[in-house]
């Protein structure tokens, strides 16, 4: 079935004409310039205790630390100090490492049970809302962040413009999503576990992303791809059967390792990886 529809597409900025992907999914693609939008609408109440509360799972904590460290050294290449913020921040790991490593740091979290994990672990300073109500003085952020969450908001083209005004001049912005090129995402299709209806109402690929840099005011200085073969994406709605992967996964984790370092390596290269990692400077 070729449904097409006339929408309003954030990244063109107009009403295109777009094709429907995967249905019953209500997902259009763009075709104009390729931006894949889910029509429907994000609710805060997803956000709670139990979103977050796998991330206290045995082995996710050490793996989430070594992805955060991985994103931390991506942004010193272009930062080493000054002032950070975090927008979706969560329970605050990585605001809490950037402050081990000499950043002043403020994060925007929408989820008041995440917060309150912040201030119990880390007692870092957070804004319980959007980053739209946030009460920010313009230009006096040195580093802005946030990772999977551009995906989430149902206005990227704002949200990005938001964080240019928080900014110094020549600051830098550093934007994590996941792949809608990705080989998981081309083999899956509508079962990749990043497509989430209602939840994640934007998919980007790196090209889409790139011209969302450059349409609200960066310049990319650098495209990273983050990952490569995901062993713990798991699309399983159980609970139980996800944490019982992680745990045999991280407790194995050193048998599939030779193998997971050469497709990763492979798969980053082919820029194919199951997220990317965009960062800009502000003109």
């Excluded at 075709?31 to 206290?56: A, G």
Aim: hydrophobic share 35%; net charge neutral; glycine share 6%.
């Amino acid at each position: 079935m070729n449904e097409t529809k006339e929408l309003f597409c954030n990244l063109c900025d107009k009403v295109t004409v777009q094709k429907r992907i995967y249905p019953p999914v209500e997902m259009y693609r763009c075709m104009n310039c390729d931006l894949v939008t889910d029509t429907r609408r994000s609710i805060k109440e997803i956000y709670n205790i139990d979103y977050f509360s796998e991330r206290l799972d045995e082995g996710w904590e050490s793996s989430e630390n070594e992805q955060f460290m991985t994103r931390l050294k991506q942004v010193q290449k272009f930062v080493q100090t000054g002032k950070l913020l975090e927008i979706g921040s969560a329970e605050g790991t990585f605001l809490h490492l950037a402050s081990n490593e000499g950043f002043t740091v403020e994060g925007i979290e929408l989820s008041e049970d995440a917060v309150q994990l912040c201030q119990e672990k880390y007692h870092i300073p957070v804004f319980i809302g959007t980053l739209e109500k946030a009460p920010l003085t313009l230009e006096t952020f040195d580093c802005a962040c946030a990772f999977h969450v551009l995906e989430h908001v149902k206005n990227p083209t704002d949200f990005m413009k938001r964080v240019a005004s928080l900014l110094k001049p020549d600051g830098i912005i550093a934007i994590e999503v996941p792949n809608f090129g990705s080989l998981k995402s081309r083999i899956q299709k509508e079962k990749w576990w990043f497509i989430k209806p209602g939840e994640h109402l934007t998919h980007f690929t790196t090209d889409t992303l790139q011209k969302m840099f450059e349409k609200t005011g960066f310049d990319v200085v650098e495209k990273v791809c983050m990952g490569g073969l995901n062993l713990t994406g798991v699309s399983d709605d159980s609970h139980v059967g996800k944490q019982f992967l992680r745990q045999f996964i991280f407790k194995h984790i050193k048998i599939f390792s030779p193998l997971k370092a050469v497709v990763a390596k492979t798969v980053r290269k082919f820029g194919i990886s199951e997220n990317i990692l965009i960062i800009g400077k502000k003109r």
